[in-house]
Structures are given as C-alpha cells and as structure tokens.
C-alpha cells in the first residue's frame, strides 16, 4: 500500500510560481512511475505531467516550458514545479503512483494509476 501526501497550493498571481509536493510512504516509491493531475471546478481530471522510475518525463501541451516534474527517491517525493502560472492553471493538483517503473501513452490516463493523493489545491488570480 501506497500513501500520497500533496503540499504546496495555495494563492498567487498570474505570472507567479508554486512547488506542488507529493510525500509518499512505502520503500518501493523509487520503482513507481509517478503522474501529476489535476481538476478544475465542473471539469474532469486532466493529465498533466508524469516521471518514469529513471527521470523521463511527459507534459501536457497546456504546461510544456511552464512546469518541471522532478523526484527525489532517497526523500520518497516527487514535485512540480509550476512556473508562468495562467488563470487557467486553477484547480485541485493530486498526484498519483503507478505500480510499474516506465511511463508510456497510458500514463497520461487515471486508470493507469494504482494510488491517489487528497489532492492540493491551487488557485491563480488575475
């Protein structure tokens, strides 16, 4: 069993920047590909980036240049680093563990994931 803490929303202007974190427990958390996502009011949960087992990396097109998903296996954490925050970057962040090493087109999909954080919630005025 996985437990996925997320930290780090809060208010910032347009323009500004946040680093979203995600604890989790467990000794296997180097092995897991992990996946940030978010959600929006009356929106579905999007995709926004994942991080394979080895640090490879997949973004979203909305945050490519803008966001850096990083991890830090000896502190069982993966982060994102959001940066040239939009309006539309509102939403309730959670990020997500996958059970297997790699990221492939399926991690861009809720049902890849086999563990949810509570989520963290980030809100950008303009």
């Known amino acids: 069993q996985v437990q996925l803490i997320e930290s780090g929303g809060g208010l910032v202007q347009a323009g500004g920047s946040l680093r979203l974190s995600c604890a989790a427990s467990?000794?296997?958390?180097?092995?897991?590909?992990m996946g940030w996502f978010r959600q929006a009011p009356g929106k579905e949960r999007d995709f926004v980036a994942a991080i394979s087992k080895s640090g490879s990396t997949d973004y979203a097109d909305s945050v490519k240049g803008r966001f850096t998903i990083s991890r830090d296996n000896a502190k069982n954490t993966v982060y994102l680093q959001m940066s040239s925050l939009k309006p539309e970057d509102t939403a309730v962040y959670y990020c997500?563990?996958?059970?297997?090493?790699?990221?492939?087109?399926?991690?861009?999909?809720?049902?890849?994931?086999?563990?949810w954080g509570q989520g963290t919630h980030v809100t950008v005025s303009s």
């Open positions: 467990g000794r296997t958390f180097s092995g897991y590909a």
């Open positions: 997500a563990a996958d059970s297997t090493p790699f990221i492939t087109k399926t991690s861009r999909f809720l049902n890849h994931y086999d563990y």
